[in-house]
Each structure stands twice: as C-alpha cells, then as structure tokens.
T-cell receptor, first 110, second 116 residues
Framework: GDSVTQMEGPVTLSEEAFLTINCTYT??????LFWYVQYPGEGLQLLLK?????DKGSNKGFEATYRKETTSFHLEKGSVQVSDSAVYFC?????????FGKGTKLSVKP | DVKVTQSSRYLVKRTGEKVFLECVQD?????MFWYRQDPGLGLRLIYF???????EKGDIPEGYSVSREKKERFSLILESASTNQTSMYLC???????????????FGDGTRLSIL
C-alpha cells in the first residue's frame, strides 16, 4: 500500500545551521504532498504543500520540492532558529486520506 | 482560520469504562478523521467519515467506534477502555469530495488520554 518514509531523528542542530529532513513516498498515482509541524503540546499544523511534480511549497523559510523522478519531498531550511524545534511529519494524499511518515524530531540549540 | 476543537486536552479514565472523545470543526468540512499518535509509530488512522452518518475504518479500528450525527461533530468512542489505548488522540477535518479530496487536513490540539 501507500507509504511515506522519512529520516529518523532526533536531529540536533545549532542555531543558523542548514536543515534537511529527507522524505520519500510510494509512487502510486499523483498524490499531493505535505509537511506538517507539531510543536510541544500541540496538534499538527500544515507547514507547506505541493500538489504536482516540480511544485515547490514554501512557508516560514522552509521549502520542499515535489520530485516525481526520485519520489521525494525533502524539507529544507537555510538557517534554523531555536523556535523551529518541533516534530516534523511528511505526508502524502491517498484516497481522501493522508499517509504520514513517523515524524522527525528537531532540536535547535542556541 | 479553520478551528478544530477537541473537548479535552487531558483525560484520565479507568479500565473498562466507556470513553467519549469529542471533536467539533467550524468550517463546514465534509471529511473528519480520528488518529492516535504514539512514540515511534507516528500517526495511525482509527476511523474517518466523509459525510454525516457515514464512517469508514482506518488502519486500527479495533476497540473503537465513531459517531457522526451532525456535520460539524465527530465523536470517537472507546467501548471498553484498556491500558493499551493510552495515547494522544488527534482529530482532523478537511474539505473536499470524499475519496477524491486532496486537501490538507486541519488538526485539533489533541487529547492525551490515560487509561489506568
């Protein structure tokens, strides 16, 4: 069935470091792709999305590009801040539902 | 902004109790979902609903049921709570046309349920 695989954490970075969180998805159909963020004690918030190949989603300095040829949707940020510390989930659309990766915990140290 | 409200942030219940978790959304969304979130397992779909009085099983429906009597409200029911149902429960909603929907989901803040 459909699935999403993202890099396991935790990931610990210093402030202003470059961030990449890898995500790959199964290639069934032409799904929309999403990144969600979960701050401590809260639910998931949509961070960005892309609906077709070569689309780039962006928000709050984060970016991800829908790569059909590599079935990937890697999350990147050029300079992370302490406030970016959270758990990040990659997800793909699947018949009206979402399939989530297991999440990657990011900790940013000052 | 879409608001998805879950009735409780924290809940403690006893083994064998019948437990109700309530979720309300204010954007007239057709689709609503219940997930549980556990460390190392990510989010797992319990049940979802594409319309009033409609429901479909997700990946882990055993031990749960749901009710959707009104469009804005989707309830998760633990028929006889057990300790392995201790978890974070997340409700979500989205617009769209049932299984054709490709829209992002909007989440509530979650209910952390402990079964003693």
């Amino acid at each position: 069935g459909d699935s999403v695989t993202q890099m396991e954490g935790p990931v610990t970075l210093s402030e202003e470091a470059f961030l990449t969180i890898n995500c790959t998805y199964t290639a069934t159909g032409y799904p929309s792709l999403f990144w969600y963020v979960q701050y401590p004690g809260e639910g998931l918030q949509l961070l960005l999305k892309a609906t077709k190949a070569d689309d780039k989603g962006s928000n709050k300095g984060f970016e991800a590009t829908y790569r059909k040829e590599t079935t990937s949707f890697h999350l990147e940020k050029g300079s992370v801040q302490v406030s970016d510390s959270a758990v990040y989930f990659c997800a793909r659309g699947s018949q009206g539902n979402l399939i989530f990766g297991k999440g990657t915990k990011l900790s940013v140290k000052p | 902004d879409v608001k998805v409200t879950q009735s409780s942030r924290y809940l403690v219940k006893r083994t064998g109790e019948k437990v109700f978790l309530e979720c309300v959304q204010d954007m007239d969304h057709e689709n609503m979902f219940w997930y549980r979130q556990d460390p190392g397992l990510g989010l797992r779909l319990i049940y979802f609903s594409y319309d009033v009085k409609m429901k479909e099983k997700g990946d882990i429906p055993e031990g749960y049921s749901v009710s959707r009597e009104k469009k804005e409200r989707f309830s998760l029911i633990l028929e006889s709570a057990s300790t392995n149902q201790t978890s974070m429960y997340l409700c979500a909603s989205t617009s769209g046309q049932g299984k054709m929907s490709n829209q992002p989901q909007h989440f509530g803040d979650g209910t952390r349920l402990s079964i003693l």
